[in-house]
T-cell receptor, first 113, second 112 residues
Framework: EAGVTQFPSHSVIEKGQTVTLRCDPI?????LYWYRRVMGKEIKFLLH????????ESGMPNNRFLAERTGGTYSTLKVQPAELEDSGVYFC???????????FGSGTRLTVV | EDQVTQSPEALRLQEGESSSLNCSYT??????LFWYRQDPGKGPEFLFT???AGEEKEKERLKATLTKKESFLHITAPKPEDSATYLC?????????????FGSGTRLLVRP
C-alpha cells in the first residue's frame, strides 16, 4: 500500500509570493488532514476534510491559506501571499472512515525569505 | 484549554538502559491518546492508541500506559535504532472534530 505522498519536499519562496503544497492520501481514505510545525513549536492542526468537504478548518491561521480537495482525492494547500511566519513543515495525513489512526506524509518544508 | 505536555524534552540513554517518557494532558474529555515516533526528515509514524485509564499496549521494546492525567512510554533495553523524537497527542471528546493536539515531543538518543 502506497503511503501519503507530499510534494514538494522543500520549497523556498520570497515573501509575497504564492506557494501550493500538494498531498496525495492513501487510496480510499476519506479523511485528510493538514498540520504544520513552525520552528520550536509543536505540531498544530490546520484542517480536516471528509472526502471533498471541509469538516473542520478551525486551525487555519488566516485567509491567506486556502485548502481544497478535488473529488475527494488529492488535496492542495495554497498560501497567498506568503509571509515570513508561514515558514515551517507542513504535514498531511489521512485515515479511513471512522478510524482514528492517522498515516502521515513526510511533510513539505516551507521557507519564506 | 486542551493541552499536552511532554517530559523530558531530551533524553540520552546508553544501549540497554531502560527509561520512561511522560505525557501529561489536560482535556475536557479524552477520546484517545496517541503515541508517534518521528525520525529526522520524516512524518510521525503511528505507534499506539490508548482509550481508557488502565489500558496498556506493547510493541517490541515499547510499552505505553494510560492514567486519567498522563501516559508513559516505557522503553526497555533500548537500542540505537530507537533514537527518534517521540510525540504524544490527544483527541478530545468532541464528536465534531477528529483533530489531534500534540505535545512538543521528547528527543531520545540511545548511544551504543
Amino acid at each position: 500500500e502506497a503511503g501519503v505522498t507530499q510534494f514538494p519536499s522543500h520549497s523556498v519562496i520570497e515573501k509575497g509570493q504564492t506557494v501550493t503544497l500538494r498531498c496525495d492520501p492513501i487510496s480510499g481514505h476519506d479523511n485528510l488532514y493538514w498540520y504544520r510545525r513552525v520552528m520550536g513549536k509543536e505540531i498544530k492542526f490546520l484542517l480536516h476534510f471528509v472526502k471533498e468537504s471541509k469538516q473542520d478548518e478551525s486551525g487555519m491561521p488566516n485567509n491567506r491559506f486556502l485548502a481544497e480537495r478535488t473529488g475527494g482525492t488529492y488535496s492542495t494547500l495554497k498560501v497567498q501571499p506568503a509571509e515570513l511566519e508561514d515558514s515551517g513543515v507542513y504535514f498531511c495525513a489521512s485515515s479511513p472512515r471512522g478510524n482514528y489512526g492517522y498515516t502521515f506524509g513526510s511533510g513539505t518544508r516551507l521557507t519564506v525569505v | 484549554e486542551d493541552q499536552v505536555t511532554q517530559s523530558p524534552e531530551a533524553l540520552r540513554l546508553q544501549e540497554g538502559e531502560s527509561s520512561s517518557l511522560n505525557c501529561s494532558y489536560t482535556v475536557s474529555g479524552l477520546r484517545g491518546l496517541f503515541w508517534y515516533r518521528q525520525d529526522p526528515g520524516k512524518g510521525p509514524e503511528f505507534l499506539f492508541t490508548l482509550y481508557s485509564a488502565g489500558e496498556e499496549k506493547e510493541k517490541e521494546r515499547l510499552k505505553a500506559t494510560l492514567t486519567k492525567k498522563e501516559s508513559f512510554l516505557h522503553i526497555t533495553a533500548p537500542k540505537p535504532e530507537d533514537s527518534a523524537t517521540y510525540l504524544c497527542a490527544v483527541r478530545p471528546l468532541d464528536d465534531s472534530s477528529y483533530k489531534l493536539i500534540f505535545g512538543s515531543g521528547t528527543r531520545l538518543l540511545v548511544r551504543p
